[in-house]
């Protein structure tokens, strides 16, 4: 089973409207990082959520931590192409590993002109 | 220019083969990491290097081997690889409390293309 399950896998929208992509797990994170991938690119740190209900905005994008720190998501509004990529979260569990950072599959997200 | 760079970005090679992924950090960090990214599947992590040494071999197979030879520089050998070895490979740098790794937050490459023919 995946310790982080991202949704939806794939999403593709017009510029200019909203979208917001989720990060769930049933372990409780001590914090969770998003990263955005560009083709061909490495992944990119975008921000990190540490205390639950955290709320951090960039720009356009914002980041949710759920109040339990089990749960995540990314919110951006009126979406341009260039905000086109893969958006990764990672966290470390609090219990039950070895404090290894673990990845979701990602949220492939396609902005069109 | 990147704080993490890889070289080659893109390798073709044979089951045969013997080559080597380079990875080089600017940025001063204490842990450097190599991670396999196949289609459809998360980041797997492959190996830890804190302080030049290894803390951490994810049951990787003997054809992958690490080396670490200062805090700036990581390579991955390859040897004898499989087509099922085709992935991109990505290097990440962090700083890191030494009593926790891997917490922290990565600095990533541009990632190197392998395909194993």
């Known amino acids: 089973t995946q310790l982080l399950e991202q949704s939806p896998q794939f999403l593709s929208i017009q510029e200019g409207e909203n979208l917001t992509v989720y990060c769930n797990s049933s372990s409780v994170f001590s914090s969770l990082q998003w990263y955005r991938q560009e083709p061909g690119e490495g992944p990119v740190l975008l921000v990190t959520v540490v205390t639950g209900g955290e709320v951090k905005k960039l720009k356009r994008l914002t980041f949710q931590f759920g109040d339990a720190r089990k749960d995540s998501s990314l919110h951006i509004t009126a979406a341009q192409p260039g905000d086109t990529g893969l958006y990764l979260c990672a966290g470390s569990p609090l219990e039950g590993g070895n404090n290894r950072l673990a990845f979701g599959k990602g949220n492939q997200v396609v902005v069109i002109p | 220019e990147t704080g993490v760079t890889q070289t080659p970005r893109h390798l073709v090679m044979g089951m045969t083969n013997k080559k080597s992924l380079k990875c080089e950090q600017h940025l001063g960090h204490n842990a450097m990491y190599w991670y396999k990214q196949s289609a459809k599947k998360p980041l797997e992590l492959m190996f830890v290097?804190?302080?030049?040494?290894?803390?951490e071999n994810n049951s990787v197979p003997s054809r992958f081997s690490p080396e670490c030879p200062n805090s700036s520089h990581l390579f991955l050998h390859l040897h004898t690889l499989q087509p099922e070895d085709s992935a991109l490979y990505l290097c990440?740098?962090?700083?890191?409390?030494?009593?926790?790794?891997?917490?922290?937050?990565?600095?990533f490459g541009e990632g190197s293309r392998l395909t194993v023919l």
């Open positions: 290097y804190s302080l030049e040494e290894r803390v």
């Open positions: 990440a740098s962090s700083q890191e409390r030494l009593a926790v790794l891997n917490t922290g937050e990565l600095f």
